[in-house]
């Protein structure tokens, strides 16, 4: 029988722990792919690495988020989401429209890993 299931759903079981999760989105109408690496460096503590920053209109620099307290790659993917989705909603709220330019390449990812 065919099940529809999340990653989530497939990857839990009590003997299961993950350990690197590779997310790639887009983010409202811009074609560019935000590709995000997650490591789980100790079982309390995730390294993620991100392709792009946010700067939008409202910003003064470009916007990464830190990563606080993420002991999990779930986690850390949410608080990137949320980051992104947050400071985009925000400039769009204020008027500005939604453009391409708004996500800036991370010059400390490296990208040769997924080419």
Same mark, same amino acid.
């Given at each position: 029988? *065919? ?9 839990? =079981?009590? &003997? ?18 935000? %590709?995000?690496?997650?490591?789980? $460096? %100790?079982?309390?503590?995730? *390294?993620? +690495?991100?392709? =792009? ?7 003064? !620099? ?23 989705? +947050? $400071?985009?909603?925000?400039? =769009? ?6 453009? $391409?330019?708004? &996500?800036?390449? !991370? ?7 997924? $080419?």
């Amino acid at each position: 029988m *065919d099940m529809t299931w999340t990653i989530d759903e497939a990857l839990s =079981h009590e &003997l299961v722990t993950v350990e690197a999760v590779i997310v790639k989105f887009r983010l409202g109408i811009a074609p560019t792919v935000i %590709t995000a690496r997650i490591i789980r $460096e %100790t079982p309390i503590k995730c *390294d993620p +690495q991100v392709s =792009h920053k946010i700067k939008t209109p409202c910003q003064p !620099n470009s916007y990464l988020p830190a990563f606080r307290d993420c002991a999990s790659p779930g986690a850390a993917v949410h608080e990137l989401v949320l980051a992104f989705t +947050q $400071e985009y909603t925000f400039a =769009h709220k204020k008027g500005y429209q939604p453009d $391409e330019s708004w &996500l800036v390449s !991370n010059e400390y990812f490296d990208r040769d890993e997924f $080419e």
